[in-house]
């Protein structure tokens, strides 16, 4: 049976048919998907787990324990999950176990473009990337058998164009791989250093081993067409420079080890070669370092995506044709009644810094709010503000840090541990909007709730906090704005660390919503309400008007207007 398949999709499906039974991820666009379409066969055990790190310890200990096993995340996951990855390269697998890692090229919603494969090179693991979705479902079968033959842990590599793709699958049945019993053996599993450096020649060997087979495995293909030029690529590159030239093609599937015998027999057939790959020059200096002469980065440079008529402008000089109408930029916005708008509001106008993080709270930064000062990474936002504070900078005692309730759990706790154990004063503001929002709504330990929906034990962030050493702990309603202000004043001008809840949930979780508000003849006109950037809130003509189709009643605009001109029940559109 064949089915149009997102690559997410069939890379769930290359789980479920290399007999898979247990998979560990935190979700992160563009990799989400993967494990939400995993959670639906119910031969897999699935879950969320609180962070990549912990994610990649649950999939190394269910190989280890005998099992296929899989764990997915998007490249700034794998900064996470490095330290057990490292290692786990070194005690090898029992069952196989295989990494995949969706890259952003271009930065579709991410904080940087770091390129993957370098970890792949540096964890002397092998990595696999697929170009469309019958094969994103067949290398993953590939990666099992690789991980197996190798006794190797295996990065399946995906970008967001491969990710968020689609073409036809072809299905086939569940393999029901029989698990591998668990066998004590120390010098292989407990990497003390006597046992590692033993463990780390044959990582070496093995590392040389898979460079050799690379020239002959069928991951790997050569597409000759015209030889007045050749081209090596993968991934999503490869369809764009298909399309985009009669060049003849060296096809990599497997992107490490890379194949340098196959590829400099290649080389000898075209009278030109030339590396075509998005972000660093990870294949062209390998084949420049072992003297293959070739071209790439200096012509189609390290940042950003490709595309066919990008590839084309490069090689032929053709025009890239862009639309005639100006279209208005859209950047994401938070969501009329977000519950993190109001908070911002407040912060703002009581001039406060605020160290940000990643999350639909980032968006704190955008006008008219303009909020977020600094933001680096999952979980950072906590750390920084403790750095500000030990800085003794001039804004130290109006600096506060913000962080939701799925990034508190995914690297804000140790931090708050920090600061209360070197005697830190700042406060953290946990923004609780009861769901994992920016990634689509998906539970974490603090909803109560498993992958799968299941009930399941809520983690209590108050008692939590008490229990690390925070004394000043306050829940206040994120509408609340007097509150919310009131409880700032009090929670910055305290002389050790405290922590602020902001609850509401996500107001996208119930869709059960009031009839909208709307402006009255008390308007004045002042425009008071457009401060806090509601897309509900419109300017038409100069005119103030609530979009009934938006607005959501939440409230917050009615208390910012002195006027009284807003009020529940919708009269305009």
């Not at 764990?71 to 996470?80: D, E, L, S």
């Not at 020239?215 to 597409?223: M, P, Q, S």
Request: hydrophobic share 40%.
């Amino acid at each position: 049976m064949k089915r149009l398949m997102l690559t997410n999709e069939a890379v769930a499906r290359g789980a479920y048919e290399a007999g898979v039974k247990v998979v560990s991820s935190y979700p992160g666009t563009p990799s989400t998907e993967i494990t939400e379409f995993i959670s639906k066969y119910d031969d897999i055990y699935s879950e969320w787990a609180p962070n990549e790190k912990v994610a990649c310890e649950v999939a190394v200990g269910a190989s280890i324990a005998g099992v296929r096993s899989m764990c997915c995340m998007k490249h700034v996951g794998v900064n996470v999950a490095a330290d057990p990855l490292f290692t786990a390269a070194y005690t090898g697998v029992g069952r196989g176990m295989v990494l995949v890692v969706a890259d952003d090229p271009a930065m579709h919603s991410s904080q940087n473009e770091q390129d993957s494969r370098f970890y792949a090179r540096s964890a002397h693991v092998p990595m696999l990337e697929p170009s469309d979705s019958q094969e994103a479902k067949d290398f993953v079968k590939r990666a099992y058998e690789i991980s197996e033959e190798y006794d190797t842990p295996v990065m399946l590599r995906l970008t967001t164009r491969i990710a968020h793709s689609q073409s036809v699958v072809e299905l086939k049945d569940r393999e029901e791989v029989e698990d591998k019993h668990f066998e004590k053996n120390i010098q292989k599993y407990v990497m003390m250093p006597q046992f590692a450096r033993k463990r780390h020649v044959y990582v070496e060997e093995r590392e040389n081993k898979l460079a050799k087979d690379a020239n002959t495995i069928d991951l790997n293909r050569v597409e000759m067409r015209s030889t007045k030029l050749g081209i090596v690529c993968a991934g999503a590159v490869y369809q764009y420079v298909k399309e985009a030239t009669d060049a003849s093609i060296f096809k990599l599937g497997l992107v490490y080890p890379i194949p340098l015998d196959a590829i400099k027999e290649f080389a000898s057939k075209v009278d030109e070669l030339m590396v075509v790959e998005e972000l660093e020059p990870f294949f062209e200096n390998q084949l420049k370092a072992n003297g293959i002469k070739c071209s790439g980065k200096a012509l189609f440079g390290k940042q950003g995506e490709y595309s066919t008529a990008y590839i084309r402008n490069k090689l032929y000089g053709d025009e890239i044709i862009t639309s005639q109408v100006n279209v208005p930029m859209r950047p994401p916005v938070m969501c009329a009644g977000c519950p993190h708008r109001g908070v911002f509001y407040i912060l703002k106008k009581l001039g406060i810094v605020v160290s940000g993080d990643i999350g639909c709270y980032t968006l704190g930064a955008q006008a008219p709010l303009s909020a977020l000062d600094a933001c680096v990474c999952m979980g950072a936002s906590i750390g920084m503000a403790h750095g500000f504070d030990k800085a003794k900078s001039i804004h130290a005692r109006k600096l506060v840090a913000v962080i939701g309730d799925s990034t508190f759990v995914h690297s804000g706790i140790t931090n708050v541990i920090n600061a209360v154990y070197n005697q830190g004063t700042s406060t953290t503001i946990i923004l609780d909007n009861s769901i994992t929002g920016m990634t689509g709504h998906q539970q974490n330990p603090a909803t109560g709730k498993t992958l799968k929906g299941e009930p399941t034990n809520k983690l209590d962030l108050e008692a939590l906090l008490k229990a690390i050493g925070v004394n000043n702990v306050v829940v206040v309603d994120a509408y609340d704005l007097k509150e919310v202000e009131r409880v700032i004043k009090e929670e910055t001008a305290r002389e050790e660390v405290s922590v602020i809840i902001a609850r509401r949930p996500c107001v996208l979780l119930t869709k059960k919503y009031p009839p909208a508000f709307s402006i009255n003849d008390n308007c004045k006109n002042c425009k008071a309400c457009l401060k806090i950037g509601c897309p509900a809130i419109e300017n038409i003509g100069g005119k103030i008007r609530i979009n009934k189709e938006l607005c959501v009643a939440c409230g917050v605009c009615k208390q910012l207007c002195k006027f009284s001109a807003i009020e529940e029940g919708s009269k305009n559109a």
